[in-house]
């Protein structure tokens, strides 16, 4: 996939920078594991520091020392979720800050305009995220808006009149995504793939899964949606998720990923490693002298034993949530790369079989 700061090989893992940076880990480090692209959030960087701020330092590029490709996600789902207090109307989102209290009210076109003085390289509509289970009626609701956000926000990004500039896509490079939202039902998922792809938007994205629905439940809304989606366009699935996830979902096709999981586990003391998950905290590593995975290649498993790791979480030192951290990056982009080498080998279904063998011999 080209963008205006350079290309992205995938499928690929993008890791989370929610407020402009990804948790612990230096923009270097994320180079040095790999990283092509990162996400960031439009809602967290509009409240905190503020669009002004951002784009007085150039653009978000320059802000987080970021050369390469970002991806802004419109915070559609933090302000369903995080906001104090919300209303939703066809005109936009209503909603106090998490943080201070203070009410807002955006538009799709606002979200837009944010993400373009971010200068993002991948922007995401604002649209409307609904929670597992959902009945049938307010699904479908938040479709039909979701569908509506999509055309206006498109709208606000091509043309100039709109935006009083010149066209978004022409002045900064920048790529816009449709978003699928249906939650569960079949028929809301198809609607809204096929009225997305009416738009011709540069890539398209599943949203909504992974919000509490059973596992079966969504692998079949991922392979339903993946085959409607155009094969010439990014398909990427938002928020998911653990390896075993992410192995499945390419299969059916999906070609971008992102997730806190990595450095969310990282900062409670779990690790991912190519035979399963293990809590470093647990005693049975206070006399491990053995690497976190012997198979990995990273800066943490190259440097540091396990001992040493679970005598950092438990004597509370911030070294050890970044060794952790830093290693579940590294494992995620390790797994992305192999993916992608099998692929070109025709060989993913037995990759894909060897990994899991072996990865759910999980250690504890």
Same mark, same amino acid.
């Given at each position: 996939?080209?963008?205006?700061?350079?290309?992205?090989?995938?499928?690929?893992?993008?890791?989370?920078?929610?407020?402009?940076?990804?948790?612990?880990?230096?923009?270097?480090?994320?180079?040095?594991?790999?990283?092509?692209?990162?996400?960031?959030?439009?809602?967290?960087?509009?409240?905190?520091? &503020?669009? #002004?701020?951002?784009?007085?330092?150039? @653009? !978000?590029?320059? /802000?987080?020392?970021? $050369?390469?490709? =970002?991806?802004?996600?419109?915070?559609?789902?933090?302000?369903?979720?995080?906001?104090?207090?919300?209303?939703?109307?066809?005109? &936009?989102? #209503?909603?106090?800050?998490?943080?201070? @209290? !203070?009410?807002? /009210?955006?538009?799709? $076109?606002?979200? =837009?305009?944010?993400?373009?003085?971010?200068?993002?390289?991948?922007?995401?509509?604002?649209?409307?995220?609904?929670?597992?289970?959902?009945?049938?009626?307010?699904?479908?609701?938040?479709?039909?808006?979701?569908?509506?956000?999509?055309?206006?926000?498109?709208?606000?990004?091509?043309?100039p009149c709109l935006t009083g500039?010149?066209?978004?896509?022409?002045?900064?490079?920048?790529?816009?995504?449709?978003?699928?939202?249906?939650?569960?039902?079949?028929?809301?998922?198809?609607?809204?793939?096929?009225?997305?792809?009416?738009?011709?938007?540069?890539?398209?994205?599943?949203?909504?899964?992974?919000?509490?629905?059973?596992?079966?439940?969504?692998?079949?809304?991922?392979?339903?949606?993946?085959?409607?989606?155009?094969?010439?366009?990014?398909?990427?699935?938002?928020?998911?998720?653990?390896?075993?996830?992410?192995?499945?979902?390419?299969?059916?096709?999906?070609?971008?990923?992102?997730?806190?999981v990595p450095t969310r586990y990282?900062?409670?003391?779990?690790?991912?490693?190519?035979?399963?998950?293990?809590?470093?905290?647990?005693?049975?590593?206070?006399?491990?002298?053995?690497?976190?995975?012997?198979?990995?290649?990273?800066?943490?498993?190259?440097?540091?034993?396990?001992?040493?790791?679970?005598?950092?979480?438990?004597?509370?030192?911030?070294?050890?949530?970044?060794?952790?951290?830093?290693?579940?990056?590294?494992?995620?982009?390790?797994?992305?790369?192999?993916?992608?080498?099998?692929?070109?080998?025709?060989?993913?279904?037995?990759?894909?079989?060897?990994?899991?063998?072996?990865?759910?011999?999980?250690?504890?």
């Amino acid at each position: 996939m080209v963008t205006a700061h350079g290309e992205i090989q995938t499928p690929c893992f993008i890791p989370v920078g929610t407020q402009g940076t990804v948790k612990t880990i230096s923009p270097q480090e994320l180079k040095d594991c790999g990283a092509e692209i990162i996400l960031s959030n439009a809602y967290h960087l509009f409240l905190r520091p &503020g669009k #002004e701020v951002i784009k007085k330092a150039g @653009g !978000l590029h320059n /802000f987080m020392s970021w $050369e390469m490709p =970002i991806l802004t996600d419109s915070g559609g789902y933090q302000i369903f979720s995080l906001a104090l207090l919300r209303k939703i109307s066809d005109k &936009g989102v #209503e909603f106090q800050s998490h943080i201070d @209290g !203070l009410k807002h /009210f955006l538009t799709p $076109e606002d979200v =837009i305009r944010i993400q373009n003085d971010l200068g993002s390289d991948i922007m995401m509509p604002l649209d409307e995220c609904v929670h597992y289970p959902c009945a049938k009626d307010h699904a479908e609701v938040a479709m039909k808006r979701t569908l509506d956000w999509a055309k206006r926000s498109k709208s606000v990004a091509r043309c100039p009149c709109l935006t009083g500039r010149q066209a978004l896509p022409v002045a900064r490079g920048q790529l816009l995504f449709g978003i699928v939202q249906g939650a569960t039902y079949e028929d809301l998922r198809k609607e809204c793939a096929n009225r997305l792809i009416d738009m011709d938007f540069d890539g398209y994205a599943i949203g909504g899964v992974s919000v509490g629905e059973p596992k079966n439940l969504r692998y079949n809304m991922v392979n339903l949606v993946a085959d409607l989606l155009l094969k010439d366009k990014p398909r990427y699935l938002m928020g998911v998720g653990l390896p075993e996830d992410i192995i499945e979902a390419v299969e059916s096709g999906i070609d971008m990923f992102d997730c806190v999981v990595p450095t969310r586990y990282g900062r409670n003391g779990t690790a991912f490693t190519s035979a399963g998950k293990i809590t470093i905290r647990n005693s049975p590593y206070i006399e491990d002298f053995a690497p976190l995975d012997p198979a990995c290649s990273c800066y943490t498993c190259k440097n540091f034993i396990r001992a040493y790791l679970r005598h950092l979480f438990n004597v509370e030192e911030i070294l050890g949530l970044r060794l952790v951290s830093l290693h579940n990056i590294y494992f995620y982009l390790e797994l992305m790369r192999k993916i992608r080498e099998a692929i070109s080998q025709d060989r993913f279904l037995e990759f894909k079989k060897e990994f899991l063998s072996k990865y759910n011999n999980e250690s504890g």
